[in-house]
């Protein structure tokens, strides 16, 4: 094959052929082989044809293991074994005994193993670590078990792109490195043969990390939806003899819905603020927080979602209001009420103003709520820069939680002065559900004074009050060497050696922004 060299790359229209029709044999395809005929084994290998492979199978009944995918053919375990290089072990981990016996053809093949088990901690090793042991000679590799058969048969999509593997033969890791990516999955190395067991883990989690937000969500729910129950439907049968039981399908899911969502939206910022203290307290960003508190944060992005679907509950609750049976008999039994008796009401302006601002914060609240859902889709935020992200999630976030909290605080206007609001001596529901977001406003806000902001800036850029080395405290820095401490370490952090001509003299190549390491959490 010889290009034209005065052609430049650039200009070589793409219908060119380089290689022109038979004049050289095409290289010619790789064959490998499956063991095992079932669901897995026949998707891989349908994947692997289509991706240039040839494929034979291994199996217990060649001649009558049903159909397999065309153009593959099926040989006993021996014969199969010895064809090609590399083996895919598509059987379950119980039935691996018979591997043994196939030591000697297996000798030196990369063996990939797919297994995954039903249960975690089934057996004292991981699967991989069994044939690795079954099979000495042989190249294991654990990969592909995180797919499907029915992903490998529809091929590649986003969220299921990755590849897992791990192995201690760098170059069989290499060679199914190099197959997933031709069969278009992104191989991600995760190291020796020791980390089999995690990958196994994989596919048996469950939604690990909704599983704290939801067991909140459920937990809270479930206490204030009784506390309603006992504060409204019971106390209104018990003391006056009402029975008002219908109110819990509309009336009281509609109380505990923004309940739920306020608290858990003030829950999913909560630990930014927190963990902003700690900084403060510690005197320095380089210790880690505790376990709950890392968890905590790991989880804001599910506590807001989840937050997020209570907000849409009550939405949707609060717009069947004017269709309600028991509204309309209301309304129109007032009306009627005072049209017989020939009474008017009294329009009271600030009544109008409280409840005008009531349904406006509401709006404005759920609006930036519904924006902070959408930045969080990661199609979204991959095209946001972290600065636009960062400004989305923390200004507005905050916004959004005043709004809400405001918005609840105007619902109850001074009822919470009325002891009459006080039903056995229970604060009302939304009462309650201001305290966590109150908390966190009056935290965040102390923060964002002045001097308590600079020792936070200044922390967050790496100072740190106990020196590192000799254990000495070190006294604040003066206000005026801060600018010159941070830009220093913004214009170092993003590798840029600033020239000092003089104590607070500092001349740069160009102006940087502070890298996203440094970006603080809360
Ligand atoms: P399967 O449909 O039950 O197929 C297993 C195959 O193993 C059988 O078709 C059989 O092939 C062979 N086999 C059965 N008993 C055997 C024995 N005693 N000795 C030797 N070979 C025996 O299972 P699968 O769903 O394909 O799963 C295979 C492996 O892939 C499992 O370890 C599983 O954990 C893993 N995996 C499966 C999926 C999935 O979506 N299915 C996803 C990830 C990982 P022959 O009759 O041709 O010998």
Redesign the pocket.
Known sequence: MSVDSSVSKEVQPESVLLCPQGTTAAPEQKLLCI?????????LGQRLLQSGYRVV??????NS??PLPRGTK?MN?EAAAMSAALVF???????????EALAPQLNGKVLV?????LKKNLYPES?AEYLQRLIPGAHVVKA?????????QNGPSDANRQVYLCGNSVQAKQAVEEMATKLGFAALDRGSLSAAGELEDF?LQLFPEWRLPLRVAVGLTAFFFFYLVIRDIVYSYVEKRKDISFRIMVSLANKVFPIVSLIMLALCYLPGVIAAYLQLYRGTKYRRFPAWLDRWMLCRKQLGLIALGFAFLHVFYTLIIPIRYYVRFKITESTISKIRLNRTSVFDTTTAWCADSFYSMGILGFGLFVLLGISSLPSVSNALSWREFSFIQSKLGYLTVFFCTFHTYLYGKDRFLHLSSYKWFTPPGYFLSLVVPSVLIVLKLLLLLPCVDRSLTRIRQGWERTDPEDGSVKGFVPPADLMLFSRKHSLQAAGFSPVITGSHHISGERSVQTPPSLKSSG
Do not use: I, K, M, Q
């Open positions: 063991f095992g005929t079932g669901d897995l084994g026949r998707s199978y291994g199996s217990r009944r060649p293991c049903g099926a375990h072990v598509c059987v379950h981990r119980e039935n691996y005994d018979f591997l193993d797919v297994s995954n088990n699967n592909f078990n995180t797919l499907s058969a029915w992903s490998l596919p």
